[in-house]
């Protein structure tokens, strides 16, 4: 059973979901420790994606590696939703935690603030459950890659 262009293109789909997310949180001046530990996690978690990717490109004719891509794509299914769910949260806070703003009037250095100060309250608990979820699914992708490799 071959694996089909379909399943290898929701991979580099959620690839770039990963892409999407590491770069709304490196462009938030000032980002705390917590949010940067989040860009680490995604970068680890793409790697395994991609190299499960590489993987199942090379090796898509044996029954075992098959066999794990199809395993594979219940996570990665899962990693896409749980992706494109915290990008969608983190939406609202980009136009006021970007490093590419350009805010000049008090105004707007007023709201680039207050929108800093609510994505400190109100995305503490989601972003400590995002990069759990991250974590997971990097660490069930890398199970993936080492039972594929013996």
């Not at 207050?114 to 759990?132: E, G």
């Amino acid at each position: 059973m071959p694996v089909t262009f379909g399943s290898v293109g929701d991979i580099i789909a959620v690839c770039i979901l990963v892409k999407d997310c590491v770069d709304a949180l490196s462009e938030t001046k000032g980002a705390a420790a917590s949010y940067q530990a989040v860009i680490r996690e995604l970068f680890v978690l793409e790697k395994a994606l991609l190299e499960f990717d590489v993987l199942s490109r090379t090796n898509a004719s044996t029954a075992e590696v098959v066999a794990l891509f199809n395993s594979a794509n219940t996570t990665v299914e899962g990693c896409k939703k749980s992706l494109e769910a915290f990008k969608l949260k983190t939406k609202r806070y980009e136009p006021h935690l970007g490093a590419t703003t350009a805010r000049t009037t008090t105004q707007k250095i007023f709201s680039d603030s207050a929108m800093k100060v609510l994505w400190q309250i109100s995305m503490k608990d989601d972003v400590a459950r995002f990069r759990a979820e991250v974590i997971a699914y990097s660490l069930s992708i890398n199970q993936l890659l080492a039972t594929a490799t013996m």
